[in-house]
């Protein structure tokens, strides 16, 4: 085990080696290999290459090393096209701190079986007089970008649970293409290692 695998239990550290291919004897290996990859994308501007970085889009992409450095690459991308999004981007943001004390995530207290952390959303919390949909956004992705630190979370990953009874006409109304195009490549690129099931998808009400 190397120092970028501290932090793992035993348990951890054999799903690593079983499902996705992480060995210790060739892991700065890996990491060169994509970080060799960054001048090849040079209208990208890569803030972090450092070995702890580059393992998370490794393990996301199962230490395949092109799609790893793909996904790299649409990260910082995404945050260059939407730099807005960006600025402010911590939880005393005004917007960011109202998303998050409504439960723009909430996290559940217990992992689920796989040892996945569980997010929740219930969409009809969402108060259009206090924030937006990008404010929403933005605190699930600083969530995420502080959870994703934890390595035995970017081994096993996330779960994102979607609550949308009780959403309102008036509420999805705002959920535009723009809109939903955004959340969906930042969600994909956010922080990887996270899959998503939505849990209910009817009850919208028409008033």
């Known amino acids: 085990m190397t120092h970028l695998q501290a932090g793992l239990s035993p348990e951890t550290l054999e799903k690593a080696r079983l499902e996705l291919n992480e060995n210790p004897d060739t892991l700065h290996q890996d ?34 090393h092109f799609e790893a450095f793909r996904l790299l690459a649409q990260y910082f991308e995404y945050r260059q096209q939407n730099l807005d999004m960006f600025k402010s981007f ?13 439960g723009f995530p909430g996290g559940l207290a217990n992992l689920d079986h796989y040892g996945r952390k569980i997010l929740v959303l219930f969409a009809a919390n969402w108060d259009q007089s206090r924030y937006t949909l990008v404010d929403i956004l933005r605190a699930i992705l ?15 990953g996330f779960v994102l649970i979607i609550d949308w009874s009780n959403f309102t006409f008036k509420q999805a109304s705002k959920l535009t293409p723009s809109m939903l195009r955004l959340a969906i490549e930042g969600l994909q690129v956010g922080d990887a290692s996270y ?12 008033f």
């Open 195 to 206: 899959s998503y099931r939505i849990i209910k998808t009817k009850s919208i009400d028409f």
């Open 90 to 102: 911590k939880a005393t943001d005004p917007g960011i701190k109202q998303a998050l004390k409504d």
């Open 142 to 156: 600083l969530s995420l970008e502080a959870m994703i630190e934890d390595p035995e979370l970017q081994v096993n």
């Open 31 to 64: 990491i060169q290999e994509v970080r060799d990859m960054v001048i090849t994308r040079p209208d990208i501007g890569f803030l972090r290459t450092d070995d702890a970085f580059i393992l998370r889009f490794l393990r996301a992409r199962k230490f395949h």
